[in-house]
């Protein structure tokens, strides 16, 4: 079978294997669509020291049920799911606390262990969903960083009427903001990319600042009458944006973070105590995907202005290597098989 494959940083490629075959306990998926994220790029730019190669990349994966075991109750051939492709342990203390997205053995598809890009995929049972009728297949690999935005929104607490930091306008910041609006809130979206700020306002969201252009803190202290905002959601990973969210949140606000910083980020930790914060890490998601996909499916969530376009699998290879070097060009490019 054809998978997209990276036999090591900067060399990407369809490559060929044996036919996968389904493992024991688990479910044998035709794959229909799979999402390129960031993640799949930082593995081709040999970034992400968690990845080892070569590697089949992919965690954003939907298809087809095409084998079951005999005693399988719940899915059945020709169903339509989408792989959680965070595979946890079950053992460790985090688990044990059913934070299973933080697992300290946690696997992830496309990363620790062969991604999803590949023609068929054996999943474990309790690591699937299905998909509702209506979501085409090439939107549905969107529901993955969709649960990634609902965790980090839920880690900061939002509540309806409070006022909501997204700092970077990117898949997951866009997505954050949309999910703040579904549950009420009001986003301020922040990001220096003025078409992204204007993407952001065709979503629905009222208030956007261009931190490159104006006094971010000035005009987020205008937007919320003073207070700042309740929480922040830090999505870019960006020095500046990470120290300025402490600025932009109110006192007793809540702060998540769930872009990953390329270093150590200096913080005024003093304005922690001052403005008694919650600062809450985010990673991955944990029982949010059937929610995601209700969101998609009733179109609370519009997940196809996010498209940049859709590719063959054929395609993808190409398409890797151009998203890492231009990656001011695409938002989210999803790959239909
Ligand atoms: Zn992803
Ligand atoms: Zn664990």
Redesign the pocket.
Known sequence: MKTVCLKQPGDISLVDVPEQRREPEQVLIKVRSA?I????IGAYKGVNPLVSYPRVIG??IAGEVVEVADDEQEFKVGDRVILE?YVYCGKCYPCSIGHTNCCENLTVRGVHIEGGMAEYVSHPRHLLHKVPAGIPWHLV?MA??LV?AMHAVQQAEVAAGQHVVVTGAGQIGLLAAQYALTLGAVPIVVDPVDERLALARSLGVAHTVNPAGADAVAGILSITGGRMAEAVIECSGDARAIRGAVDYVSYAGHIALVGWPKGDIPMPTALFTKKELTVRGSRNSVGQFPESLRLIAEGKVNVEALLTKTVSMDETPAIVADIAAHPEKYLKVTCVL
């Not at 994220?37 to 799949?40: A, M, Q, T």
Request: charged content about 25%; hydrophobic content about 10%.
């Open positions: 999402g994220c960031g993640s799949d965690h954003e492709p690999p993955e960083p990634i």
